[in-house]
């Protein structure tokens, strides 16, 4: 029985997986050294970061960025070593023993599938955990204008709650508005309003959530909108249980961008999105969400379309494959943004956007295969 990988598959494999190597290190050093490094040495000089923090701030930095460099990389390591095979005459020898495109691809393909992998866990795992390291040493990130609504069974606004500014479980400025039961055909009726001036995501000893006001005035509005009872308390609960949880983690996630939540986390602030009626915001995180599983699929296409601009004619000019290349790598992620557009004002299903790209790769390898005659 022959082995798997062979002495051929040990030497291609060795010989992209160098070039991917030299080539994610170069994206990664054009990327980090222009703005990046200057702003960090910048806030060293300043006092702002000590060397070990500015030291951490650039390594913390690094997931986000290899995120994108291991497609980029893949691609242009594999079209850099087949097209110096073409160069040498060495791919004209492997087809001339009887080996097929796809028995050379091998283990270009198994490279590609760890290079997924390893591209799937940086989303998952490492950009989250690293964007979490930079808030907490670049002290949060405090936002305003958080709105919560909480409606009944039919749909019809009970109570909304207005955080001027939020960090952390501590908000500030907090407007509770509480809506009658009376609906008029342009309005819901406002039954009390809440000002208070701090709040707190707490737990009680039975691990139930709430969330607490402070400080607050309470103005009571009768049906002809004016103000007939105000009164003051130290403390009052208007939000429990589920309610209180789920508002929090919508509250806390909208303020990330996807790339700070974990898979999981993100699946779970989807489901709590769709439940709330939260239609845009809902289809762009699907939108995010389809797109970890495929852009690292992404990595295998671009090995492929790698390969195939690789195979040349001895004479044929080098620039043409990589101008390709670069031209492909261009579009994907200078269009990804117009799809996101797409998938969150409902022009296209979630999953139609997110998958389009990969899908253009592989007719864009489809027809190169066909024009290359292989």
């Known amino acids: 029985m022959k082995k798997f990988f062979t002495v051929y598959d040990r030497y291609i494999f060795k010989q992209v997986l160098t070039t991917t190597i030299v080539a994610i290190l170069l994206f990664t ?25 500015g030291v951490l701030v650039l390594i913390y930095e690094l997931p986000k960025i290899l995120g994108k460099a291991f497609p980029v990389g893949l691609l242009l390591g594999s079209l850099f070593t087949f097209d110096k095979l073409s160069k040498d005459s060495e791919l004209t020898i492997f087809r001339a023993v009887g080996m097929s495109f796809f028995r050379i691809l091998r283990p270009l393909l198994v490279l590609s599938f760890m290079v997924t992998y390893l591209c799937f866990i940086t989303y998952d795992k490492w950009i989250p955990y690293s964007c979490q390291k930079l808030n907490e040493i670049k002290g949060g990130r405090p936002i305003t204008q958080y709105i919560y609504t909480q409606k009944d069974a039919n749909n019809h606004p009970d109570k909304a709650v207005i955080v001027s500014l939020f960090n952390q479980n501590t908000m500030s400025d907090v407007i509770v508005m509480n809506f009658s039961k009376e609906v008029f055909s342009d309005l819901h009726a406002i039954s009390n309003i809440m000002i208070g001036k701090t709040g707190k995501y707490v737990l009680d000893k039975d691990g139930i959530p709430h969330w607490v006001l402070n400080d607050i005035i309470s103005y009571n509005i009768d049906k002809n909108g004016i103000f007939h009872e105000i009164k003051k308390f130290n403390e009052i609960n208007i939000l429990n249980g589920h309610e209180a949880e789920d508002a929090y983690t919508i509250m806390v996630n909208s303020t990330k961008r996807d790339r700070d939540i974990n898979n999981a986390d993100l699946h779970h602030y989807i489901s709590l999105l769709k439940r709330e009626n939260l239609d845009e915001e809902y ?22 379309l790698g390969c195939l601009l690789g195979f040349s004619k001895p004479r044929e000019q080098r620039l043409i494959g990589f101008t390709i290349a670069i031209g492909c790598i261009f579009l994907y992620y200078i269009t990804l943004p117009f799809f996101d557009l797409l998938a969150e004002k409902g022009v296209l299903y979630p999953f139609v956007t997110a998958s389009f790209p990969p899908f253009a790769f592989l007719c864009a390898i489809i027809m190169f295969y066909k024009s290359k005659d292989l």
């Open 283 to 304: 289809r762009l995180m699907l939108n995010k969400y389809y797109q970890r599983f495929l852009h690292p699929f992404v990595c295998v296409l671009l090995a492929i």
């Open 29 to 53: 050093i054009v990327w980090i050294a222009p703005e990046m490094l200057l702003n960090t040495i910048e806030k060293i000089l300043e006092g702002v970061y000590t060397v070990k923090t």
